[in-house]
Antibody
């Protein structure tokens, strides 16, 4: 059974960079995209972006200037960096596997089938 | 971005009731819509994919329908463990976006 586990600091100072890692067990990163999603009372569930195991990325335009997602297949993990954080970035951060949906010759990536438990990140001085 | 509007935002129901939640997309998303269940302190769990397909292991009392801009999620007979918040999510294009959620509470 695949499991995902987020790790990283629970408290980040304003203007600094939030860094989280998602470690995948019970399966390989190969063949899938891997995503970060966050949830706050103010914004609800917000997709941050995803990375293919080969390294190509797609980000939410609302966060694109500040986000970097990277992957390390040798360690079976992927990571999130969010720079210049403010209180508005306070949220529970989830990582998730993205399952492909294949329709003939078209493959769409948007099915979040395995999720980590989530980690609370608070931005505060 | 495609906006997803769920209604109602909350509802009260009793065990055994039939519950229906709707989700409206701001653009035609064909059938590229999923439904998730989230319990307090837990991650969302995929229940229905591609508008009407039941994810493996999910009880058959959950169902979904719709295409284009209007979608419906139904619990045919509410069980005690179904009290939770439900979200729709489209994947027709990027960015992926979610509805605001429907909290199903005990009457």
């Amino acid at each position: 059974q695949m499991q995902l586990q987020e790790s990283g600091p629970g408290l980040v100072k304003p203007s600094e960079t939030l860094s989280l890692t998602c470690t995948v067990s019970g399966g390989s990163l190969s063949g899938h995209h891997w995503s970060w999603i966050r949830q706050s009372p103010e914004k609800g569930l917000e997709w941050i972006g995803y990375i293919y195991y080969g390294g190509s990325t797609n980000y939410n335009p609302s966060l694109e200037r500040r986000v970097t997602i990277s992957v390390d297949t040798s360690k079976n993990h992927f990571s999130l960096n969010l720079s210049s954080v403010t209180a508005a970035d306070t949220a529970v951060y989830y990582c998730a596997r993205v399952r492909p949906a294949i329709f003939g010759i078209v493959t769409k990536w948007g099915t979040l089938d395995y999720w980590g438990q989530g980690t609370q990140v608070t931005v505060s001085p | 971005d495609i906006q997803m509007t769920q209604s109602p935002s909350s509802l009260s129901a009793s065990v055994g009731d039939r519950v229906t939640i709707t989700c409206q997309a701001s653009h035609d998303i064909r059938k590229y819509l999923h439904w998730y269940q989230q319990k307090p302190g837990k991650a969302p769990k995929l229940l229905i994919y591609d508008a009407s397909n039941l994810e493996a292991g999910v009880p058959s009392r959950f169902s979904g329908s719709g295409s284009g801009t209007d979608f419906t999620f139904t619990i045919s007979s509410l069980h005690p463990e179904d009290f939770a918040t439900y979200y729709c999510q489209h994947y027709d294009d990027l960015p992926l976006t979610f509805g605001g959620g429907t909290k199903v509470e005990i009457k």
